[in-house]
């Protein structure tokens, strides 16, 4: 397993193998932020855990090869925290991405441009907030039968809100592009939180699905599991580690770490 282990925007240890190369770029008199590049030529799978006790910012690029896969897992505990992704997937190239975070004042933007017949981005991430928290993404199909799926869900607690940005472009002459857009925040407090879901598509071919929601757990949600005995409060518990813990493609070792950020606020 590849894996890489930063503390702020520095980087501590790193293990990659030949598949995957890393470039890191220090902040200087030219660059005020450190970035780190990655060309992925076979398919990897890369595990990478950010800490964070200070402000720190961050660059991240990816670049993925022709016929090349990326199956990427990140775990973020910390706060005051910029990072900016870029993605560029060439022909029959994909990314798979599971996130799952546990920080406050975190303000990120991804950029994915599925730049290769055939190239495909997933992305599935959680996110658990305490403070502002603020997510931007924009996916380009530059390329025909390209595919892109953003799922996007978090949990407010404490001072938290969530702000969620997503667009997804397909201009005209980009045929059989599939896009698939949802997210969803379950509110714990009075705070306000948005979900903005911007679908720009000129190409008629295109198969386009977006949906948004904030708010609690449903009545019935709560209801169901109270009529089996379970008092309100683990219903609640129960409902939300669901909520968290679903849909997560990830093996058993990371399933566990996730596992253990959710019991650590609903045990």
């Not at 896969?69 to 775990?75: D, T, V």
């Not at 997804?168 to 714990?188: M, P, S, W, Y």
Request: charged share 25%; with cysteine.
């Amino acid at each position: 397993m590849n894996k890489l282990l930063l503390h702020n925007d520095n980087i501590v240890k790193s293990n990659l193998d030949e598949g995957i190369k890393m470039d890191f770029i220090s902040k200087n008199d030219f660059f005020s932020i450190n970035s780190i590049k990655f060309n992925v030529y076979e398919d990897v799978e890369l595990e990478i855990e950010y800490e964070s006790d200070n402000d720190s910012k961050l660059d991240l690029f990816f670049h993925i090869h022709k016929n090349a896969s990326l199956k990427i897992f990140e775990k973020r505990e910390g706060r005051f925290i910029k990072v900016q992704y870029k993605f560029y997937v060439d022909e029959n190239g994909s990314v798979k991405s599971n996130k799952i975070y546990d920080s406050s004042g975190t303000n990120e933007l991804c950029i994915v441009n599925l730049n290769g017949y055939n190239a495909s981005f997933d992305m599935n991430f959680k996110t658990i907030a305490t403070d502002d928290e603020k997510y931007t993404v924009l996916v380009n199909h530059n390329s025909k039968k390209t595919i892109s799926n953003i799922n996007m869900s978090g949990i407010n607690l404490k001072d938290g809100s969530i702000n969620v940005n997503l667009t997804t472009v397909v201009l005209n002459g980009k045929e059989d592009c599939a896009v698939n857009q949802n997210g969803r925040i379950v509110t714990f407090n009075d705070n306000d939180c948005i979900i903005k879901p911007n679908l720009i598509i000129e190409e008629d071919s295109t198969l386009a699905n977006h949906a948004a929601s904030i708010g609690s757990f449903s009545d019935d949600e709560v209801f169901y599991l109270m009529s089996r005995g379970i008092d309100y409060d683990n219903s609640i518990n129960l409902l939300t580690k669901g909520f968290l813990l679903n849909n997560l493609n990830l093996s058993k070792k990371h399933y566990k770490e996730v596992k253990k950020i959710v019991d650590s606020y609903w045990g």
